[in-house]
């Protein structure tokens, strides 16, 4: 079983991404890796041949700025990657810049890979989310967060990165069919130091958004107001992964959040109404695949 990990990133350094976390926390369960590395304003080429240049082959791209509909770039720069992978790759493993799988769960995703290789039926495995926000202390908790993707799929070039590259589709619109496995991402895109949150936010909105939007929209201040955004968060009380700690030990900003604050939106509300009586309105961008047998 040959396993190739994915990726794509820009300006790694200028957003404060910890995209070699994400590389280095899948490449021991990869055969290689393929990162497409966009034109960057910082050293991010250099920083991505430092990590494994024996492992990692960089594409190098330049995004297409033109592309402001519903971050569609990010799917185009995914599907780069992506359409590199050799054809005698069994399983592809996607990772963004700040995304990062505990060392805990590598075994349990290897043993998945194994098991549905040659299943048919499943196109792809089901990963859960934690998403971090603010600090490394407190995970999102309402509704606006996703609770699950796809991060692993089959070779099959008839898959492509959909949208704005958080999932994937096959075919013409088509939902992948999945299994499920007890795994976690750990999502860090929301944990940064603030003046490299405030750059993201001023200029990554105009991957989905026109200028007007971005001006009407989007505060312009020298740090990203944490407090601003807080809706509903709790308290992380697992270890992180530990190609994580460096960084945290290194995090040179303050967050703090009274946990007991809720204030759920009508959307979090109407959500939990509809589930107590058995309605699951949750969007889910894939499909399970049935008692899929074994080969």
């Not at 780069?80 to 399983?91: E, H, L, V």
Request: hydrophobic share 35%.
């Amino acid at each position: 079983m040959k396993v190739t990990g994915f990726s794509f990133v820009k300006n790694a350094l200028i957003y404060d991404y910890p995209i070699v976390e994400a590389i280095q926390s899948i490449l021991p369960i990869c055969d290689d890796f393929i990162v497409a590395v966009g034109k960057s304003d910082d050293e991010t080429l250099a920083l991505i041949k430092s990590i494994d240049p024996e492992k990692i082959t960089i594409i190098e791209t330049e995004w297409d700025e033109s592309l402001r509909e519903g971050g569609r770039v990010l799917a185009v720069e995914t599907n780069k990657a992506f359409n590199a992978i050799s054809k005698d790759t069994d399983w592809a493993f996607y990772i963004q810049g700040d995304e990062v799988i505990s060392e805990q769960y590598l075994s349990t995703i290897k043993k998945a890979m194994n098991d549905y290789k040659n299943v048919d039926e499943v196109d792809g495995l089901l990963f859960n989310y934690k998403h971090f926000y603010g600090s490394y202390d407190y995970v999102g908790a309402s509704s606006k967060w996703y609770g699950e993707e796809i991060r692993v799929i089959k070779n099959n070039k008839q898959i492509y990165s959909y949208k704005d590259a958080q999932g994937f589709r096959k075919n013409d619109n088509e939902k992948l069919k999945v299994v499920p496995i007890d795994a976690y991402v750990y999502h860090y895109g929301w944990v940064k130091d603030p003046r490299a949150m405030q750059l993201k936010q001023e200029n990554f909105n105009k991957l989905w958004h026109d200028d007007q939007w971005v001006k009407d929209n989007v505060i312009e201040a020298d740090e990203f107001d944490y407090s601003s955004a807080v809706s509903h968060l709790e308290l992380f009380k697992d270890e992180h992964p530990s190609v994580m700690r460096k960084r945290i030990e290194e995090k040179n900003w303050k967050f703090s959040h009274d946990i007991s604050v809720k204030k759920p939106s009508l959307k979090d509300k109407t959500k939990r109404v509809l589930k107590a009586i058995g309605i699951n309105t949750s969007y889910k961008n894939y499909e399970l695949a049935e008692t899929p047998k074994k080969k």
